[in-house]
């Protein structure tokens, strides 16, 4: 068992940026098995589903953005920390919303929120004008 907690969201103004960080832990836990986990970040906004926003495999090779966040947003992974991390820079109002990590199964690759294996419990993110 895996879990996920995210942090590093708040408010801040449009133009601005962010660094949200995920930190994985369990019972029989380690970094080791961290690094064996592809990683993504998605977020959802009010009324809205939940949608792809990076993604990053376990040996830091292979990077997915949505379109949307490319050249602003930077995902990134310290597997001695069991953490992964999202650097979002020129933040939008639309892009309000909960922040989640995720970890493991099929959703790195295929950039939907179908198929991961775990869940963190969110992070808000608030982008004002």
């Known amino acids: 068992q895996v879990q996920l907690v995210e942090s590093g969201g708040g408010l801040v103004q449009a133009g601005g940026s962010l660094i949200l960080s995920c930190a994985a832990s369990?019972?029989?836990?380690?970094?080791?098995?961290?690094?064996?986990?592809?990683m993504a970040w998605f977020r959802q906004a009010p009324g809205k589903a939940r949608e792809f926003v990076a993604s990053?495999?376990?040996?830091?090779?292979?990077?997915y953005y949505d379109d949307s966040v490319k050249d602003r947003f930077t995902i990134s992974r310290d597997n001695a920390k069991s953490a992964v991390y999202l650097q979002m820079n020129i933040l939008t109002p639309e892009e309000t919303a909960v922040y989640y990590c995720?970890?493991?199964?099929?959703?790195?690759?295929?950039?939907?929120?179908?198929?991961?294996?775990?869940w963190g419990q969110g992070t808000q993110v608030a982008v004002s004008l």
């Open positions: 995720a970890a493991g199964g099929t959703c790195w690759a295929m950039r939907a929120a179908t198929g991961c294996e775990y």
């Open positions: 369990g019972r029989t836990f380690s970094s080791y098995t961290f690094s064996s986990y592809a």
């Open positions: 990053i495999d376990n040996s830091v090779t292979v990077r």
